[in-house]
């Protein structure tokens, strides 16, 4: 049974919950009998990013049962988003939840499947979920759907999840962005695109909308280095592509590679480039700062784990949700690092967030305070 962006309600057929149940587990048997016609992939786990759902189905009074089955918390930036998650749930809005349980694939489908039913055994009310790809974890998530549990997709915006709203980071817009700001920083010669599959997000969209964008430009030649998600990963990729000439250009898929890809080149006594695609995040901010080359950078959006859980809490309210929400774009550059490098914390913080002064001090301070030195937090 699909999520539908125009519920309603007749008289004759009042949808409660224990009669969805019926309909969903009718629905999930009828697909296993070999007479029923065969079910596409957008039969089964349509995707629409229009309009709005109707969360009437699902409200209740607090305190509510909340699972998240997240991909793993393998960097920075899955560590922070986590952390607004629990911010959120056991500390922000802790009088509405009962229950919180956040389980780590550690990017293993096989294991997600087994998160995801570990928590509807746990019988929660709501599932936020970050999705590796792949059939059987969608199925996982028809099985949740079919359980009259709904379904918050974060991170990403094009898995074919069945879910009733999705929250993601606008990758598309980050992309066009970063490969508009390069075309006019280098006009002509080679760029170099770094990227890693493995990343937060929808990595496909933002390759995509790079490459579209760089097309436009003929006099710019642009190679592809595909890489490990991590500062090492991108410095071994970059730094082995050196050797094949002059790069005039960076565009990186986020802070963690744009780190790695500076410190490639300036290991190997080359000069850097403009460098599109930096983040909030205080290790690029610090190397930026570094060799001070000119760059162009976005809030990372580790705040989206506290979203999320407020997300969660109108569906159980009841309350009418965007089938997708996509979070605003933060944009600034090597002009404007002043208020959002922090000397004070380590590398692992993002600037952008939402997370209490205590929550940043327990997780990022490395020092006391200086006397007069810029807040610590920028929400």
């Known amino acids: 049974m699909a999520y539908s962006r125009h ?41 629409t990013c229009e309009g709005w759902n109707d969360t009437r189905l699902f409200q209740k009074p607090p305190p509510w049962r909340l699972g998240r089955s997240t991909r793993g918390d393998i960097s920075p930036w899955m560590v922070q988003f986590t952390a607004h998650a629990e911010y959120a749930a056991r500390e922000k809005y802790r009088e509405h939840f009962a229950h919180y349980r956040s389980i780590a694939a550690n990017w293993d489908p096989d294991k997600q499947i087994e998160d995801v039913r570990a928590m509807l055994s746990d019988d929660i009310d709501l599932l936020l979920v970050d999705p590796l790809p792949g059939a059987a974890v969608q199925q996982a998530l028809a099985e949740t ?14 898995i074919a999840a069945p879910c009733l709203s ?26 170099v695109v770094v990227y890693s599959a493995q990343a937060a997000g929808d990595v496909n ?27 090492s990963g991108a410095q071994q990729r970059v730094g082995a592509m050196a050797r094949d000439g002059t790069m005039n250009g960076i565009i990186a898929l986020d802070g963690v590679l744009a780190r790695g890809a500076v410190l490639a080149l300036t290991e190997n006594g080359l ?25 162009l950078g976005f809030g990372a959006g580790t705040n989206m784990g506290l979203t999320c859980v407020e997300l969660a809490m109108q569906v159980l309210s009841g309350k009418a949700v965007a ?55 920028i929400a």
């Open 323 to 377: 089938a997708c929400s996509e979070l605003p774009l933060r944009v600034f550059d090597h002009t404007s690092t002043g208020p959002v490098y922090q000397a004070d914390l380590s590398d692992h913080y993002y600037a952008f967030n939402e997370l209490p002064a205590a929550w940043v001090d327990r997780m990022f301070r490395t020092s006391a305070p200086r006397a007069g030195s810029a807040p610590n937090r």
């Open 166 to 191: 999705r929250i993601y980071a606008a990758d598309g817009q980050r992309g066009t962005e970063s490969a508009n700001w390069m075309v006019h920083a280098v006009t002509s010669g080679r760029v």
């Open 271 to 295: 000069p850097v480039p403009p460098v599109a695609g930096g983040d909030d995040w205080n290790g690029w901010l610090r190397t930026a700062r570094e060799f001070g080359m000119p760059f």
């Open 7 to 47: 519920h309603t309600r007749s008289p004759a057929r009042r949808c409660t919950r224990r009669a969805f149940l019926q309909l969903a587990a009718g629905a999930s048997f009828a697909l296993l009998l070999p007479t029923c016609r065969e079910q596409t992939e957008a039969d089964r786990w349509p995707i």
């Open 205 to 231: 969209v933002w390759l995509s909308a790079v490459q579209r964008r760089l097309a436009e430009q003929p006099s710019i030649t642009v190679d592809l280095a595909a890489c490990p998600w991590s500062v």
């Open 145 to 158: 759907q079919a359980r009259g549990v709904p379904t918050i997709v974060t991170s990403t915006a094009t």
